[in-house]
């Protein structure tokens, strides 16, 4: 989406994205990440990120965090909320940090699932956190890079 300048993309896209994708990377801290994976006549139960892992708990605290930088990006760039530019490009740079970090830690808990790791298996939400703070990572390099004026 393009405004007057060619290259150029829509005001606030990228604040937007980041902040949709770590909303949904804190909701699915929420979703089940581990089911147990056993036979009959015992019955798999699956178990969120938040009552899995510690780990889970700090994603959860980043993916927040972002949404509130990423939040108060998007109200500046859309003059709701003059900021300085200096705070801004500290807000980017939290984004960015932070992101790393979740992409990291809900990767470590998908290669690394807390014990008893023999019985559990992947559920849908840890897949839906590493998309999302993947989501969010990329975008977040892109509130980052230099713009050309």
Known sequence: MATGAPGRTNRGTIPAIIAVASLILAISVFLPWYTADVAPPFTPEATSGW??????????????????SSALIWLDLRGFLPIDADIV???AWTCLVLTIGATALVAWRLVRPPGPAEFLARD???????????VALVASIGAVRPRNP
């Open 124 to 134: 849908v939400g840890l897949f839906i956190a590493q998309a999302a703070a993947i």
């Open 51 to 68: 009552d899995a892992t510690m780990l889970a708990r700090i994603t959860f605290a980043m993916g927040i965090i972002t949404l509130l």
């Open 89 to 91: 490009r500290a807000l």
